[in-house]
Every structure is written in structure tokens, then in C-alpha cells.
């Protein structure tokens, strides 16, 4: 090969990408995972960069839903994926954009039957230039432009399920760490009482048939309390996955408790409104959407594509002694196939998203009305439960002030802090669901709360954060 042949070769060659492995091996991936802490420092480097006022204190003593938040955003595995994947659609924009290159041929021929004196050999080159023709590049970069912008709004939709998690854990956490509080508090109670009903029993004031249902309750509450601690002990697990730390990680640390209705949703202008904007504005339904433009763009390029591309071509051949140059246009003739096939299948496919929105804002509206109500029926029975408690609590002090009068004795108030004590669990119990329905009316209209930017790339995926 001659040196102006291969010098060109060279140069397209030392522009080409290399290949660089990054393998991957589970047990140093686990080991990355197991070494996640809250006193991360490249956490408290995101903390800096997207809530500085969290960061004033390091490491913090406690920790609540906005700063935990925050933590799950750096954190849980679920966005390191989605933002991958925006990864791809955007690299695939890039693809998209990519012209066809031009080809080059040598083709050398060789004649039998040369004459004498002359090179049998008639050395020839082409060159072949592909046009693309009706718009296809630009539609195509339209089309992988969409798919991107659906990447894009999924991040912030899994955002949206990573805080809805970590939201449910902290109040399934605070419920049962309350409840065992006061499970425990049932059972000194309990345990009272039964001393006092064995004093009277065995001085002939009670029966045996008296003291079996209270050793029954007692049992009973004692079983309570145990599972209690079994339930702190999984929302605690919980919570570590809604966070992506490993339940280590939360050893000693301190979480504020999370069990009232979100505050900004008592702030929200005319609920009609903000349920329209829900049906436009929430980012699955801006995802969907961009799919259905993405849709409309693969559509039209399929119907681009009945029009065939051109490809300029020029050759040269040294044909023993003679120089000959020629040019050639070619094209496809559509006669045989005018891409009906494709086309139908990317009209269906357009329709088939249409029917995913509609389907989507269905889901949605369903969302948001049964929220809304179990908000409002929790929001009511809270209300009554509370003026329950608050008539037990009057009530426990009455019997109090008796009983330091003398008109009252040790078991009356053991049974009315015992009353407390069931009244206190059925508001927490209601306070609990209340929070959670809270929770979902909020995820449901998407309302906009304090964050980082989770669309964007936050930190290398394959930094070991120890």
C-alpha cells in the first residue's frame, strides 16, 4: 500500500475510541455497600451543594424526613439506575445525530490477455457518498430527543417512589417505636392491677374468677409489647432499604419522629386546580407524554423513509495505459415495498401510548380521590379519638384528686390509666394512618417539595462513598 493511502488510514485509526474494561465483582460491590455510613464525607459534600443548612452540623446527632430525603437521593440504588438509563437515551441522541460515512473501494482487475508490453493489471478506486433524503436525520434526532426527555422525567418519578418509601418507613418506625412506649406502660399497668386484685383475693375480697381475665389481659398485652419490638426491628430494616444503607449504617442514630400530615398541604390553593395540574404536570404523565412525541417522530420517519436515499458515487481506473473516471447516482426504486409494514406498526404503536396516558390519568384520578378521602375520614375519626383521649385524661386526674382526697383507691386508678392507655393506641393508630394518607394525596398530585436536582448525575456510580 502506497504512503498516501496509508497515512490517512493511520489518522482515522488514532481518532477512534479504545476500549477500556471495568469489570465487576460482587463481593467488592457488597463490600461498597456495607461501608455506606452517615457520616459519609461525600455526603456531606452533596449536602453542601443542595441543602447547606444541613450541613452546618457534622455529623448530625438527628435526623428528619427533609435530611433524610437528601440522604436517599445520594444513596438508593433505584435513582443510580434511572440516571443511568437517562444516560443511555441521551447517548442515544448522540447515535441519532450521526451521519452516514462515505465508503471507499479499491478494485484491482487483472487481464489475460493483455498485449504484449502492457500491464496486465488495471487497478480501479471508488468513492461512494450515502445523502439522506425527506428530513430522516432530523426526525430521528427528534425521536431519540423525546425518548431522553421520558429518561429524564423518570428519574423524577422514582425520586418521587424513593421518598414515598423513606416517608412510610419513618412513620411505620415512629408508630411502632410509640407503641411499644405505651404497650409497656399497659403492662406495668396491668401487672398493678393484678397485684392488687391477688392482695384482695387472697384477703378474701375477691375471687380467683376476678384475677384469671386480668392475668389473661396481662398475657395478652405482654404478647402485644413483644411484637412491638418486632415491628420497630423490621421498620427499622425498612428504613435503612428506603435509604440504600445497610442496617448498620444506623446504629446510634437518631430519628425524629414523623407522624403528622404533610404541612404544605394544608397551603394548597383550590384543590380543583391543583388536580388538573396533577393530570398535566406529574412527572409519569410528562414522561408519557414525551413518549407519545417520540412516537409521533418514529411515525414520521418511518413515512420519511418511503423516499429513498442517494448515494453519489465517482470511480477511477487506470485500465492498462488509459485513465477512466466515472460518476454514479444511485437509489432504491420503491416499487416492490413502500415501508407499509413499518409504518402500521408505528401508527399502533402511537396509539398504544395514547391509551397509556389515558390509562395513566385514570390511575392518577383514582390516586387522588381515594387519598383525598381517606384523609378526610382518618381527619375525622382523629378528631374524635382525640376528644376521647382528652375526656380519659380529665377523667384520670379526677380519679387522682379523689384518691389524694380519699375517695378513690389504687385500683379505680390503675383501670383509668389502663383506659388511658387504649385510648393513647387508638389515637396512634389514627395518627399513623392519617400521616400515611397524608403521604399519598401528597405523592399523588406530586406537589413540589425541597430538594435536590435528582435529574442530574449526582456523583459517580462507581466511587466507593466509604
Same mark, same amino acid.
Given at each position: 500500500?502506497?504512503?498516501?493511502?496509508?497515512?490517512?488510514?493511520?489518522?482515522?485509526?488514532?481518532?477512534?475510541?479504545?476500549?477500556?474494561?471495568?469489570?465487576?465483582?460482587?463481593?467488592?460491590?457488597?463490600?461498597?455497600?456495607?461501608?455506606?455510613?452517615?457520616?459519609?464525607?461525600?455526603?456531606?459534600?452533596?449536602?453542601?451543594?443542595?441543602?447547606?443548612?444541613?450541613?452546618?452540623?457534622?455529623?448530625?446527632?438527628?435526623?428528619?424526613?427533609?435530611?433524610?430525603?437528601?440522604?436517599?437521593?445520594?444513596?438508593?440504588?433505584?435513582?443510580?439506575?434511572?440516571?443511568?438509563?437517562?444516560?443511555?437515551?441521551?447517548?442515544?441522541?448522540?447515535?441519532?445525530?450521526?451521519?452516514?460515512?462515505?465508503?471507499?473501494?479499491?478494485?484491482?482487475?487483472?487481464?489475460?490477455?493483455?498485449?504484449?508490453?502492457?500491464?496486465?493489471?488495471?487497478?480501479?478506486?471508488?468513492?461512494?457518498?450515502?445523502?439522506?433524503?425527506?428530513?430522516?436525520?432530523?426526525?430521528?434526532?427528534?425521536?431519540?430527543?423525546?425518548?431522553?426527555?421520558?429518561?429524564?422525567?423518570?428519574?423524577?418519578?422514582?425520586?418521587?417512589?424513593?421518598?414515598?418509601?423513606?416517608?412510610?418507613?419513618?412513620?411505620?418506625?415512629?408508630?411502632?417505636?410509640?407503641? &411499644?412506649?405505651?404497650?409497656?406502660?399497659?403492662?406495668?399497668?396491668?401487672?398493678?392491677?393484678?397485684?392488687?386484685?391477688?392482695? &384482695? &383475693?387472697?384477703?378474701?375480697?375477691?375471687?380467683?374468677?376476678?384475677?384469671?381475665?386480668?392475668?389473661?389481659?396481662?398475657?395478652?398485652?405482654?404478647?402485644?409489647?413483644?411484637?412491638?419490638?418486632?415491628?420497630?426491628?423490621?421498620?427499622?430494616?425498612?428504613?435503612?432499604?428506603?435509604?440504600?444503607?445497610?442496617?448498620?449504617?444506623?446504629?446510634?442514630?437518631?430519628?425524629?419522629?414523623?407522624?403528622?400530615?404533610?404541612?404544605?398541604?394544608?397551603?394548597?390553593?383550590?384543590?380543583?386546580?391543583?388536580?388538573?395540574?396533577?393530570?398535566?404536570?406529574?412527572?409519569?404523565?410528562?414522561?408519557?407524554?414525551?413518549?407519545?412525541?417520540?412516537?409521533?417522530?418514529?411515525?414520521?420517519?418511518?413515512?420519511?423513509?418511503?423516499?429513498?436515499?442517494?448515494?453519489?458515487?465517482?470511480?477511477?481506473?487506470?485500465?492498462?495505459?488509459?485513465?477512466?473516471?466515472?460518476?454514479?447516482?444511485?437509489?432504491?426504486?420503491?416499487?416492490?415495498?413502500?415501508?407499509?409494514?413499518?409504518?402500521?406498526?408505528?401508527?399502533?404503536?402511537?396509539?398504544?401510548?395514547?391509551?397509556?396516558?389515558?390509562?395513566?390519568?385514570?390511575?392518577?384520578?383514582?390516586?387522588?380521590? &381515594?387519598?383525598?378521602?381517606?384523609?378526610?375520614?382518618?381527619?375525622?375519626?382523629?378528631?374524635?379519638?382525640?376528644?376521647?383521649?382528652?375526656?380519659?385524661?380529665?377523667?384520670?386526674?379526677?380519679?387522682?384528686?379523689?384518691?389524694?382526697?380519699?375517695?378513690?383507691?389504687?385500683?379505680?386508678?390503675?383501670?383509668?390509666?389502663?383506659?388511658?392507655?387504649?385510648?393513647?393506641?387508638?389515637?396512634?393508630?389514627?395518627?399513623?394512618?392519617?400521616?400515611?394518607?397524608?403521604?399519598?394525596?401528597?405523592?399523588?398530585?406530586?406537589?413540589?417539595?425541597?430538594?435536590?436536582?435528582?435529574?442530574?448525575?449526582?456523583?459517580?456510580?462507581?466511587?466507593?462513598?466509604?
Amino acid at each position: 500500500m502506497s504512503r498516501s493511502l496509508l497515512l490517512p488510514c493511520v489518522v482515522l485509526l488514532a481518532g477512534c475510541a479504545g476500549f477500556e474494561p471495568k469489570p465487576l465483582v460482587p463481593a467488592q460491590t457488597a463490600g461498597r455497600f456495607e461501608s455506606r455510613t452517615l457520616a459519609d464525607p461525600g455526603l456531606r459534600t452533596f449536602i453542601e451543594a443542595n441543602a447547606p443548612e444541613l450541613a452546618k452540623e457534622w455529623p448530625r446527632r438527628s435526623w428528619d424526613l427533609p435530611s433524610l430525603t437528601i440522604v436517599a437521593f445520594y444513596y438508593h440504588p433505584s435513582l443510580d439506575v434511572a440516571r443511568a438509563q437517562w444516560g443511555v437515551a441521551n447517548a442515544g441522541v448522540k447515535t441519532a445525530a450521526g451521519r452516514p460515512n462515505p465508503t471507499f473501494s479499491i478494485t484491482p482487475g487483472y487481464a489475460f490477455n493483455a498485449a504484449s508490453g502492457i500491464s496486465p493489471w488495471f487497478p480501479g478506486v471508488t468513492f461512494d457518498v450515502p445523502i439522506e433524503t425527506a428530513g430522516k436525520r432530523k426526525t430521528r434526532i427528534t425521536h431519540a430527543e423525546y425518548l431522553a426527555e421520558a429518561a429524564r422525567h423518570n428519574v423524577t418519578t422514582v425520586a418521587w417512589q424513593v421518598r414515598s418509601n423513606l416517608r412510610k418507613a419513618l412513620i411505620d418506625l415512629t408508630t411502632a417505636e410509640r407503641r &411499644r412506649r405505651v404497650l409497656r406502660e399497659q403492662v406495668e399497668v396491668q401487672q398493678r392491677i393484678a397485684e392488687l386484685v391477688e392482695q &384482695r &383475693r387472697r384477703a378474701g375480697a375477691a375471687s380467683i374468677v376476678e384475677l384469671a381475665p386480668i392475668r389473661v389481659a396481662l398475657t395478652k398485652l405482654q404478647a402485644e409489647e413483644a411484637d412491638a419490638q418486632r415491628q420497630m426491628a423490621d421498620a427499622h430494616n425498612s428504613l435503612a432499604e428506603a435509604l440504600g444503607l445497610p442496617v448498620a449504617a444506623m446504629d446510634g442514630v437518631h430519628f425524629r419522629s414523623y407522624l403528622e400530615p404533610a404541612s404544605n398541604l394544608e397551603a394548597l390553593p383550590d384543590k380543583a386546580e391543583v388536580r388538573r395540574l396533577a393530570l398535566q404536570q406529574r412527572s409519569d404523565i410528562r414522561a408519557v407524554l414525551a413518549e407519545y412525541e417520540g412516537s409521533q417522530a418514529a411515525l414520521q420517519l418511518e413515512v420519511a423513509k418511503q423516499y429513498p436515499d442517494l448515494h453519489l458515487g465517482s470511480g477511477y481506473q487506470w485500465d492498462q495505459g488509459e485513465h477512466k473516471w466515472n460518476l454514479a447516482l444511485t437509489m432504491e426504486l420503491p416499487i416492490l415495498n413502500r415501508n407499509q409494514g413499518p409504518i402500521a406498526e408505528a401508527e399502533a404503536r402511537r396509539e398504544e401510548t395514547a391509551a397509556q396516558l389515558m390509562a395513566l390519568q385514570a390511575k392518577v384520578i383514582a390516586e387522588i380521590d &381515594r387519598a383525598a378521602a381517606a384523609l378526610s375520614t382518618t381527619a375525622e375519626q382523629l378528631h374524635k379519638l382525640r376528644q376521647i383521649h382528652q375526656a380519659l385524661g380529665d377523667q384520670l386526674r379526677s380519679v387522682q384528686a379523689r384518691l389524694s382526697a380519699g375517695g378513690a383507691d389504687q385500683l379505680e386508678l390503675q383501670n383509668a390509666k389502663l383506659e388511658m392507655g387504649a385510648s393513647a393506641l387508638a389515637l396512634l393508630d389514627f395518627e399513623a394512618r392519617s400521616s400515611l394518607a397524608a403521604g399519598e394525596l401528597e405523592d399523588a398530585l406530586q406537589i413540589p417539595f425541597k430538594a435536590p436536582s435528582v435529574a442530574q448525575p449526582q456523583r459517580d456510580t462507581g466511587d466507593d462513598r466509604s
